[in-house]
């Protein structure tokens, strides 16, 4: 079973930035490529970001030139820089990954708010 563990969420107001990170407790990333999604209250989860095992990136047209995904094999970690927030990006954060999308982070929250 392998376990992701998020990171990196909080309070902030809109413009500013945050780093998501993932860590996986094995190199899932690097072979299976990894995604973000967020949830937000009331709704359903949606796809975010995509990284795949060499590397191609897709954003969602929501976050598309505000959020950079990432990741280092080396560390087994996955990243989303989050720039320009805005309130509606307001959710909790999650991490995916596996052969068939099996492994899910815990969720983080992110609060876009004056």
């Known amino acids: 079973q392998v376990q992701l563990v998020e990171s990196g969420g909080g309070l902030v107001q809109p413009g500013g930035s945050l780093r998501l990170s993932c860590v996986a407790s094995?190199?899932?990333?690097?072979?299976?490529?990894a995604t973000w999604y967020r949830q937000a209250p009331g709704q359903q989860r949606e796809w975010v970001a995509l990284?795949?095992?060499?590397?191609?990136?897709n954003y969602a047209d929501s976050v598309k030139g505000r959020f950079t995904i990432s990741r280092d094999d080396a560390k087994t970690a996955l990243y989303l820089q989050m720039n320009s927030l805005k309130p509606e990006d307001t959710a909790v954060y999650y991490c995916?990954?596996?052969?068939?999308?099996?492994?899910w982070g815990q969720g983080t929250q992110v609060t876009v708010s004056s």
């Open positions: 995916n990954g596996g052969s068939e999308g099996q492994y």
């Open positions: 094995a190199g899932i990333f690097a072979i299976y490529g």
């Open positions: 990284i795949t095992s060499d590397y191609y990136t």
